[in-house]
């Protein structure tokens, strides 16, 4: 999260799909963590998000939680075309289920934008299902699980990488699943 942080932080911000990819994964496992809310994560947690009422009516550039920074610089950013809050029936389709469930169910991103909806809304989604005593949904956690281990991307790196093997050279690599 710092490194991004410090990437959106330098004048010459260049959208990189593998940066963005990566800060996926990255926001994935965060995601991962604030369902679980493991007692080891727990005493962390507020290095990345306000876990805290702040978290309803707090500005979020007063906040040290790396998210919520992270929120507050991509908010400064010009061309962004997407909403960051979370429609009704997002949020109606999120409380549809009394337990808690991942916020991100992507699987590749092509810039950091697409994950703003996360980045600004994760501190109240976790504030709002740590005190309506929600459980994990073990079920759909490892549903989505095992479809992030089992899925492959055929489509190529990068264009300009002439040591990435192509989508025909990796064609038959996991058929057998």
């Given amino acids: 999260m710092r490194l991004c942080l410090l990437q959106l932080n330098r004048r010459d911000v260049r959208e990189d ?3 963005a990819n990566l800060f ?3 926001c994935k496992f965060l995601d991962l963590l604030f369902i679980l809310g493991t007692e080891d ?7 990345f998000i306000t876990d805290t009422v702040d978290a309803l009516y707090a500005s979020r550039s007063a906040s040290h939680a790396l998210l919520d920074r992270l929120s507050t610089r991509l908010l400064s950013m010009p061309s962004r075309s997407q909403s960051l809050g979370m ?3 997002e949020m ?7 337990m808690k469930r991942p916020i991100i169910c992507l699987r590749s ?8 909806a996360f980045v ?35 489509t190529p790196v990068s264009a300009t990488s002439p040591s990435s093997p192509s989508a025909t050279q990796l064609s038959g690599f996991g058929d057998d699943l």
């Fill in 109 to 116: 991103v092509s810039s950091i934008r697409e994950l703003d």
């Fill in 24 to 26: 996926l994964a990255a």
């Fill in 92 to 98: 109606q389709l999120l409380g549809a289920t009394p």
């Fill in 120 to 154: 600004h809304n994760a501190s109240v989604q976790t504030y709002q299902a740590t005190y309506t005593l929600a459980e994990p949904d073990l079920e759909f956690i490892d549903a989505v699980l095992l479809s992030d281990l089992l899925y492959f991307d055929f």
């Fill in 17 to 19: 799909p593998l940066q």
């Fill in 41 to 47: 994560f727990l005493l962390h947690q507020w290095i």
């Fill in 87 to 89: 429609s009704l029936s």
